[in-house]
């Protein structure tokens, strides 16, 4: 019988990674997505601090590119330090965002760490109270090995008490993922290995517990794609070798996803509070959330949703609800709708609105005539020269819009 253990299982940290595509949100937030990547790197030392685990394995992008910027390694550093001062090992393999080669000048590490050849398979003892208690196998990533099977080279020792792999790669096939070290499932079955501790590939899964075969997904969503919790695991392993997995939250900013049925919602004011309802199902009291909303169905919105600009309006008066230092943000609300233009989709009164000011419009020349009869037309005077296709065109959208709006007694009259 050996000695029971503990470790943590997290990579793609991708330190330095920019939120460059958001709009700004305000002071406070902006400087939280700055340090997010930062930030949840230092939850995953508390958390080892915490949970007082015999070491931490980084499996691969510890930075988010060869160019990485000092601050990312300084960070990187200072936290293994504080690990260190708790004599918690740390191990590492490159993955094909910071390979071996792009390492080669950096901040001198504290002695606690450990990183993974990238020219062989390297195996270290992972030490408990001075007795070995598992033998841990990897090999690092560099340009020129990215798209070896790296995991087919690994080969344990009969007389290792457990055996652990540290592997960057591709299990399979990932969409939106490159064939990283790629390799498959039946030939890591084949491999005397059992806990294969994987990075690479964004999203939390445990491929297999026959042996262990387990993604921890990024430390910290980088994008709307990434949403859901993002984190590590913390792995408990018996006397007799017995796996036990949890995953914990280490993200600094969550991103999520949610989906409203316009065929629910009957006005702007049931929209709004939909939108409200939506964040407060969300709301934590201890992070930030980036919300993506996705519009399906059909209903009386159906023609308004589609307009990008009143989107952008439901989007400014939700966010000016959020006052506390942890909000729930919309990033976006996508409208995934068909053609909504056909009056069949909108009721009563509404519909044969539509159905009129449709049958109106039947050119640009149309609406032309329309407008040149009016006796406004005539005060322009030489002026009406400027008045240009796409202007009516725009206008007549918009008359539409408000039309369908006013029907629906969502605005307040004067």
């Known amino acids: 019988m050996g000695i029971p253990f503990r470790f943590i299982q997290c990579g793609d940290l991708h330190l330095g990674a920019p939120f460059r595509y958001l709009k700004s949100f305000g002071r406070s937030l902006d400087a939280a997505m700055v340090r997010a990547t930062y930030t949840s790197f230092q939850n995953i030392v508390n958390l080892a601090i915490r949970q007082r685990v015999a070491a931490v394995l980084v499996t691969g992008d510890v930075y988010d590119g060869v160019d990485h910027p000092l601050e990312a390694e300084m960070h990187f550093v200072r936290g293994c330090e504080s690990l260190d001062k708790e004599q918690i090992a740390v191990y590492v393999v490159q993955g094909n965002h910071d390979p071996a080669d792009s390492w080669k000048r950096h901040m001198p590490l504290p002695k606690n760490v450990h990183i993974f050849s990238s020219e062989r398979v390297e195996r270290f003892p992972l030490l408990v109270r001075g007795q070995e208690v598992a033998g841990l196998y990897g090999r690092s990533i560099d340009h020129s090995t990215q798209y070896e099977d790296m995991a087919s080279t690994i080969h344990p020792l009969r007389s290792d008490p457990f055996s652990i792999a540290l592997v960057h790669g591709t299990v399979g096939i990932h969409e939106g993922h490159d064939q990283t070290g790629p390799c498959t499932l039946e030939s890591l079955r084949s491999i005397p290995i059992q806990y294969w501790a994987f990075g690479h590939v964004h999203k939390r899964q445990i491929i297999s517990d026959h042996p262990y075969i387990v993604y ?147 050119g640009i020349e149309a609406l032309e005539m329309i407008v040149k009869a009016r006796p406004e037309w005539k005060r322009l005077g030489t002026h009406s020269r400027l008045v240009t296709e796409a202007m009516l065109q725009s206008a007549y959208e918009k008359a539409r819009r408000d039309g369908v709006r006013l029907l629906q007694g969502n605005d307040h009259e004067d």
């Open 216 to 362: 921890a997904g990024n430390t910290q969503g980088l994008h709307r794609g990434e949403s859901g919790p993002k984190g590590c695991y913390v792995v408990d392993v018996s006397s007799r070798g017995a796996v036990e997995t949890q995953f914990y939250e280490t993200n600094a900013i969550r991103f999520a996803e949610e989906t409203i049925d316009l065929g629910q919602v009957k006005s702007v004011l049931e929209m709004l509070e939909m939108l409200r309802h939506k964040k407060e199902m969300l709301r934590k009291s201890y992070i930030s959330i980036l919300l993506s909303i996705r519009l399906i169905g059909a209903g009386p919105l159906s023609e308004m949703a589609r307009d990008s600009k009143v989107r952008a309006t439901w989007i400014e008066e939700s966010h000016a609800e959020e006052t506390g230092k942890y909000g729930v943000y919309i990033i976006g609300i996508d409208c995934e709708l068909g053609s909504i233009s056909h009056p069949s989709i909108a009721p009563g009164m509404i519909r044969d609105y539509v159905k009129a000011i449709d049958s109106m419009h039947t």
